[in-house]
């Protein structure tokens, strides 16, 4: 039994079940031994690998993407460019040595945040970027960026932020919650609280008994958030993650570690929490502060972007290997059986501004 795990145990049986929410933002970021604030998880040595990792070029396709669109936009100074929740800083230090190629002035000027809480992340996205920029600045929030056009990109954020579950029961839809069964362990149990019906996806009517609801109201109030500073100051945003374009029924809570899945209440702070991101829901946020939003899937995005191209020119007078190499990273980033169809992209920004690659090429949830 891991450490967080005895007290969460200690917790329920001191107050009861817990709701899933609670659960999950204990077991990610407990002060103590939460998972984003004790482990590693990036990489091929951690429990998952996320596209910055995988290859170069996606941090170098974003960073043409962003400043493709900050042209779009008028090309505005002073502008920010940012990362929220930005693992090691790897997406980061590609995008500013693909702006620096690109236009050495822009990326001169422009101030460049990261908003990371972790301390111990800071410390590594530090070391990252080392040599590459000086004038990177971390903060906690969104709040506190610079009040100018914002370009922000965030890769695999909203996947971890805490999701309530409610669970179909004979007497309604119920809120799901962590309890203890007659054995002292953790298991799943349906609580009192409800859940408002206007909140229930079109296919609920017809969900059988112990069908799972999944609602992420964090993850909607930091979209609306980001979209609000956009709003005012100018400026769009990029965001990739694993998810559904439409609100259905079904249990997407995983748990991953050393990049196989496991029980969810097994390791509590050792392994990886999360569920498929709700682009629908952001869409509303988006649209709640006055922005237009557009998707597309992660593959069509980077083949749109030149990943292709990109590759072949990376390629071109290298040795086979590489040239292997290359052919398998295009393949995880974009295949249709890896990153390319499960993870979709989020694209924000006021109406006026033509977005590169956006072009309807995914229908917008409703």
């Known amino acids: 039994m891991t450490r967080l795990k005895r007290r969460i145990v200690e917790l ?19 002060p103590e031994a939460g998972y984003y604030t004790t482990r590693e998880p990036f990489g091929a040595g951690g429990d998952f690998i996320t596209a910055p990792e995988v290859s170069q070029m996606f941090g170098e396709l974003v960073a043409v993407w962003l400043y493709q669109t900050w042209q779009a936009a008028g090309a505005p100074m002073p502008v920010t460019l940012a990362e929220i929740g930005p693992g090691r800083g790897t997406l980061m230090k590609d995008m500013l040595r693909t702006l620096t190629r690109l236009d050495a002035d822009f990326a001169r000027s422009a101030s460049v945040a990261l908003i ?133 029924v079904g249990d997407t809570l995983q748990a991953l570690r050393r990049h196989d899945h496991e029980d969810v209440l097994e390791s509590p702070g050792e392994a990886d929490l999360t569920s498929h991101v709700d682009f629908a829901a952001l869409a509303v946020s988006t649209r709640a502060a006055g922005l237009h939003s ?47 169809e499960l993870f979709k992209v989020l694209a924000i920004a006021h109406e006026d501004i033509v977005l590169p690659v956006f072009h309807s090429q995914v229908d917008q949830p409703e």
């Open 294 to 340: 557009d998707f597309t899937t992660q593959g069509a995005f980077l083949l749109s972007m030149g990943l292709l191209e990109r590759a072949g020119s990376l390629g071109a007078n290298a040795d086979n290997t590489t040239r292997e190499r290359l052919s398998g990273e295009v393949e995880r980033l974009a295949g249709p059986q890896a990153m390319g």
């Open 116 to 248: 990371e809480t972790s301390p111990r992340l800071r410390d590594v996205q530090k070391a990252t970027l080392a040599g590459v920029s000086d004038a990177v600045e971390w903060h906690e929030t969104v709040a506190s960026l610079p009040e100018t056009p914002l370009l922000i990109v965030g890769n695999e954020l909203f996947d971890a932020i805490p999701i309530w579950q409610f669970v179909r029961t004979a007497d309604g839809w119920r809120e799901r919650m962590v309890g203890l069964d007659a054995n002292g362990e953790l298991g799943f149990y349906a609580g009192a609280a409800s859940l408002d019906p206007s909140l229930l996806p079109p296919d609920a009517d017809t969900a059988p008994a112990g069908a799972i609801v999944e609602i992420a109201p964090a993850r909607s109030a930091l979209m609306q958030t980001i979209a609000e500073r956009i709003a005012e100051h100018g400026g769009a945003g990029l965001f990739f993650d694993y998810g559904h374009l439409q609100p259905g």
């Open 12 to 30: 329920i049986g001191t107050v009861g079940p817990i709701p899933v929410s609670e659960y999950m933002a204990l077991c990610l970021f407990d």
